[in-house]
Every structure is written in C-alpha cells, then in structure tokens.
C-alpha cells in the first residue's frame, strides 16, 4: 500500500506538469498562428513575382534558375527548440535523410534541436547561431536568405532545399521538402500563375535582385508555420500525457483501495479467529 501510495504521488507530480505545459502550449498557439497567417500574404505576393520573372526571363545563364551538374546540397533544416513535441523533431529528420539519400550536403539549421543533431553528425553548418524558432525576425531571415544566395552563387553547393513542417490544423501537420535553388516553374506552387508585371529592368536582372527576398520571404513564412506545428504538437502530446496520467492514477487507485480492502477482510478475519478460540 505504502508503494502504491508513493506511485500516486510521483504520477500526480508528473501530471501537474504536463498539465501546465498544455496551458502554455495552449495559449503561444493563438499567437502562433497569427503570425503564421499573417506571414502568408507577403509570401503569396513573393511567390507571383517569381513566378512571373521567371516565366518572362529568357536569359538562359542566370544562375539561380540553370541546374548544374554537381550534386552537392544545402538543406535548411527548421527543428525545434527543445522536445517533448510528439514526433515533431523526428518526422523532420526522417523527411531529410529520405530525400538526402547517400548525397553530399551542408546544413543550415534553425532551432537547438536541429543544430544538436547535425553538429553529433559532424555535418557541415553554414552557422550555427539561429537556436531560437520562436524569437525569429525577419531580419534573421534576410541574413539567412543572403548566406544562401551568396554561397550558392559561389558555387558551394548546387542545389538548396527548405525542410519544415507544414501545419494544416491542429491534428494534421506534414514534414516538406521543398526545393528553394535553383528556381522551376515545376517547383513553385500552382497557384503562382504569372501575373501582367511592368519591369523597370530586364527579368533577368530584376531576378537577380528579387531571389534573395523571396528566399527571406519563404525562410520566414515556414518558421512561422514550423512553429505552429510544433506548439500544435506539443499541446496534443501534453494533452495525451495528462490524460494518460490521470488513467494511471485511477489504475492505481483501484489496486489500492482493493489493496486496503484486502488488508481490512485479513485483520477481521484474525479478529474473529481469535474470538472463537
């Protein structure tokens, strides 16, 4: 009975903290999915401007829209700060190393989780400084967006991809792979139709000054899904713990009040043996 009583209790602890983690996960993810709604309209513009430049642009050696030959990658891995999540760190991992295959591939992580897991996999990191998903700027994202386009002008690797999660509602997020570099028409979203655009310059050079911004676009309209899905995730997996917690208990309320119920039968049994001799 003393064990059952001390098992109770230890439950009852860890209940109390999956409950308060629930609350909080609870109440970041209104917030969390304004700011995701409201990063969507400027990525929606950006995805249209892209589109039409690259369906107007007829120079065949802008770099950010020619394939190359080589297959060194660059992913941008958007993880998590810390777990207790569900299989929100882990979806995102799997999602990369089954399109990663046996390539060559830098990493640009984004979140503790994701700078953890590479630096033990002794990856190359194009830095190792943006551990927070949750505090991200936009200005975090332009700088981001420049180490990319410069390092994939320069030739360090040939190919970028962007891994997130894609957060749909509150039970549904997906981990994506979406390729950012070089920029097809068969990779941008079917709903970026070209639209009628005047250009001050030439396609190809308004390509060149726009690619980065929509990179930084993108970069933030994903962190900002990213993190939905992770505080979505978080508070189902707290919700799941603490109803869990709550059944232990109950389980081991039963087994101590039949426990106690045995205890008590024993002692009058004794009692009346002993009244009888």
Same mark, same amino acid.
């Given at each position: ?9 230890? #439950?009852?602890?860890?209940? &109390?903290?999956?409950?308060?983690? &629930? ?5 970041? +993810? ?8 409201? @990063?969507? %309209? ?15 642009? !007829? ?8 394939? $190359? ?26 999602? +990369? ?32 400084? &943006?551990? $927070?998903? !949750? ?23 040939? !190919? ?7 957060? $749909? ?9 979406? &390729? ?9 979203? !079917? ?6 655009? #005047?250009?001050?310059?030439? %396609? ?7 690619? %980065?911004?929509? +990179? ?33 208990? @109950? ?27």
């Amino acid at each position: 009975m003393k064990d059952i009583k001390l098992r109770i209790r230890s #439950v009852e602890s860890t209940m &109390q903290i999956t409950k308060a983690m &629930q609350l909080v996960a609870t109440s970041k +993810l209104r917030r969390a999915k304004e700011r995701m709604e409201n @990063s969507k %309209p400027y990525g929606k513009i950006a995805r249209e401007a892209i589109s039409a430049a690259v369906a107007r642009c !007829e120079d065949p050696n802008i770099p950010f829209l020619t394939p $190359r030959e080589g297959n060194r990658r660059c992913y941008v891995v958007i993880a998590g700060e810390r777990g207790l999540a569900g299989g929100y760190n882990s979806n995102i991992f799997k999602a +990369l190393d089954a399109h990663a295959g046996d390539a060559d591939y830098c990493v640009l992580p984004i979140g503790r989780k994701a700078i953890d897991k590479y630096q033990r996999m002794h990856k190359e990191l194009l830095e190792d400084t &943006q551990a $927070r998903v !949750e505090g991200a700027s936009v200005d975090d994202c332009y700088r981001m967006a420049g180490m990319l386009a410069e390092g994939y002008e320069a030739g360090r690797f040939d !190919e970028v991809y962007l891994v997130y999660t894609s957060f $749909r509602t509150m039970m549904d997020q997906e981990a994506k792979v979406e &390729q950012l570099l070089p920029i097809q028409k068969a990779h941008l979203p !079917e709903d970026a139709t070209p639209v009628s655009t #005047v250009y001050e310059l030439e %396609p190809a050079e308004t390509l060149r000054r726009v690619v %980065p911004d929509y +990179l930084a676009g993108k970069l933030y309209s994903s962190i900002c899904d990213s993190f939905a899905s992770e505080v979505s995730m978080r508070r189902n997996a707290m919700d799941s713990a603490t109803k869990n917690a709550d059944a232990m208990i @109950s389980d081991l309320r039963l087994k101590f009040n039949r426990a106690r119920q045995g205890a008590i039968t024993q002692e009058i049994t004794e009692i009346v043996a002993g009244a009888e001799e």
